[in-house]
Structures are given as C-alpha cells and as structure tokens.
C-alpha cells in the first residue's frame, strides 16, 4: 500500500452529498470575482474558466487556451493549467455550500495542451474531513470524452469570509465590500452569511 499523503482522507473522513440548496447539475456558476484570473471577465490575460455544476458533489470546467497563456511556443504553460484546476476544484465549494482555500494541490501533465485547444475539466469531491476538502480532477482535450491531457487532486479547507477581509489588501477588500456585485454570483455572500 502506498504511504498516506496530505491528500489522504483520514480514517474519520465522509463521502459528502450536495448540499440541499446546491445548483442543479448544469447550472452556470458564474464567476467568483470579477478580477479572478481563473474566472473573472475584468482580469487581463485570464483564463475566463466556465464553469457549471456536475452530478453530486462535482462540476464542469471549460477553459480555452489563448496566446496569452503560452509556455513553450504554441503550448500551454504548466502553471497556467494548474491555475484552471486549482479553479474548478475551487468551485466544488460551491455545491457544499462553502468557501474553501486551496490547501495543497498536485497536477500531473500528461500530454501537450496546444493553443487554442479546450480544456474540459471535470472535479469531484471524494471526501470531507471536517474543514477538509479531498478533491480530484481530470482534463481532457477538445470535447468531454477527448483524451485525458491533465490529472490533479487537491485538499481545499473551509474558511469564513474573515479570511479574505482580514488577509486582502484593504484596497481591494474595500472596493468589494462597497460594491458586492464585484462577487458576481454572490457565491461568497450566499454561503457565508
Ligand atoms: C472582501 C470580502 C469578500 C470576499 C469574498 C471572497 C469571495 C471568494 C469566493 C470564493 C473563494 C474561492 C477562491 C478560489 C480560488 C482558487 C483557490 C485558491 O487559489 S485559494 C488561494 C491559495 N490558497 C491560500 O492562499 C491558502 C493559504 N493558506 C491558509 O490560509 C491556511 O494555511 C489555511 C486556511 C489553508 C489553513 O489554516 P487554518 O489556520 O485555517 O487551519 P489549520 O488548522 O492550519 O488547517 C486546517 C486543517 O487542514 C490541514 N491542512 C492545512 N493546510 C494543509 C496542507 N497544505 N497540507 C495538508 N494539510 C493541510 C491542517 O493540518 C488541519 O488539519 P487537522 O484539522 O489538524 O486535521
């Protein structure tokens, strides 16, 4: 047996059900923050990941790569394709009805993911530990059922809206709490009242 990992469930860990007010599967879940790079519209050469929500505890992620998220020529930056995951596995929060942080997350590559390709990502939660987070997730190129380009799994912890207040710079912070349609699907508002 291999050895445990900080992305090994402990003994006392859940499989999780949605929570009962999570999106229907399909359901578009907007972006999280408008100057995201993962997922906000404002923020310049970002992903701009779709994402929607799956079956159980899960959702769908589409990103297509542009220009601006190169590495080697006409290839996808490593670090840019973790950004994407790190994204969607962030966004399993939403159907547990949380606002989670990534704690450690881990992707591996498996082939060359071109410009100009879509990346179909597909998340799940696999268990919950208290604050813990155990999640997995595949990309596949160009369509859901294209070959498998990148795998990642992660443990996100749960964290109170006090995270981002106290830890932002209050810049920033100031200019969502005065405007919360910055938060645009209001994800943050709804699940931490
Ligand atoms: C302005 C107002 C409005 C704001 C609204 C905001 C809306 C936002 C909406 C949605 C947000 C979603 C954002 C998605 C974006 C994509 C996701 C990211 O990229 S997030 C950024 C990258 N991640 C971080 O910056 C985390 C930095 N780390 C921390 O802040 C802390 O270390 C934190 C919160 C992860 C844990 O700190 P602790 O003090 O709360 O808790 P402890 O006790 O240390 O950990 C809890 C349990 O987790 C384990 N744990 C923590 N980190 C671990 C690790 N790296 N590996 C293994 N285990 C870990 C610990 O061992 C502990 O386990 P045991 O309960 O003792 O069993």
Not at 22 to 31: D, H, I, R, V, Y
Not at 64 to 89: I, N, S, Y
Not at 144 to 166: N, Q, R, T, Y
């Amino acid at each position: 047996m291999s050895r445990p990992t900080s992305l090994t469930p402990p003994p006392e860990a859940v499989v999780p059900q949605p929570h009962p007010d999570a999106p229907s599967p399909g359901t578009e879940l907007g972006e999280h923050y408008s100057d995201c790079f993962g997922c906000g519209e404002a923020a310049p050469g970002g992903l701009r990941l779709r994402t929607r929500a799956g079956e159980g505890v899960s959702v769908d992620a589409e990103f297509t790569v542009t220009a601006q998220h190169q590495g080697a020529p006409g290839l996808a930056h490593g670090g840019l394709l973790t950004c994407a995951f790190d994204e969607a596995l962030g966004a399993i929060g939403y159907m547990l009805h949380t606002t989670a942080v990534t704690g450690h997350l881990e992707t591996d590559f498996r082939r060359p993911v071109p410009v100009g390709s879509t990346l179909y990502i597909h998340a799940w939660c696999e268990a919950v530990a208290g604050r813990k987070i155990y999640s997995r997730a595949v990309g596949r190129l160009d369509a859901a059922d294209g070959p498998i380009a990148v795998e990642a799994a992660a443990l996100f912890v749960s964290v109170g809206l006090e995270h981002f207040v106290d830890n932002g710079r209050a810049e920033e912070v100031r200019r969502v709490l005065d405007n919360p349609d910055l938060i645009k699907s209001g994800r943050a508002f709804e699940v931490n009242p």
